[in-house]
């Protein structure tokens, strides 16, 4: 099964609209007869390649699956069908499918006299699928709001000067957790004053691989000459201030997990709104004492209406070249 979770995260996977699935046929030795996975919309299903692949040897062998195979027919066929019709014996998969429209499939096996055991590495199939699983159970995109900011909450001082309160090493972590989004979205306030180029880069400022969508909210308009609109990555622009519009545009898109880096203004709207889903903060040893805070108004007054999200990961991003190390806090907001 680790080796299905393995091929489900191949990098070349979208990460959306799809769940990313990975399957292994093994033969009552436990040699591997042939590999498969998902490689988006349209393409064959990760169990359908791996015995696209085993062709006649697929008979009496063991499909290791990280989904529960499906039984609907949509662009392609049902899984579990061809896995009945290949012969298979046994069919051992991570996490049972929770989409109403393709669920099934394990009875579907069940009735055709297949052995069935289901569960194996749950956990991880589940954490390499949050974001569809959340647009499964919500029609949705997993939000998270990412900032940076001191000690004391100021993500910019009272210039407004904002380069850099974190460390080389915590602006390097935020491109890895970029990476694993699939849309960037800021409001235009933030392209009107900073110009951002929204992608994901290496040590050397270069684009590095698959580049989310870069997503700009707002009703103002964007000179054509921002970086955001280079063709470095895909760019979208989203003519609303309703957060709940934007995302469900960016759902029927195939948008699956929207990485929220926008300024304090559109980080409050988002939480009024009650669709942020999780908070990835970096702070930095530094005290301003003035400037912007890291999130404009809420309408909260009193403590007791404070918003109090989990803490689910707290970690030292240790400081390179002399700089100070930051933390970096993970935290999860209740729906």
Partial sequence: MRRALALAADPAVPLGPNPRVGSVLLDDDGRVVAEGFHRGAGTRHAEADALHRAGEAARGTTAIVTLEPCNHTGRTGPCAEALIRAGVRRVVYAQSDPNPVASGGAQTLRDAGIEVEHGLLEAESRALNRAWLHGVATGRPLVTWKFAGSLDGRSAAADGSSQWITSAAARRDTHRLRAEADVMLVG???????DPRLTVRGDDGEPLGRQPLRAIMGQRAVATSARVLDDAAETLLLRTRDPREALAELFERGRRHVFLEGGPTLA???????????????????????GRNAVADLGITG???????TVTDARLIEGTDGEPANVRFTLELSA
């Fill in 268 to 290: 409050a709207a988002f939480l009024r709104a009650g669709v942020v889903d999780e908070l990835v903060a970096y702070v930095a040893p530094v005290l301003l004492g003035a």
């Fill in 303 to 309: 403590i007791d209406a404070a918003l109090r999200p």
């Fill in 188 to 194: 235009t306030g933030t392209v009107l004053a900073d």
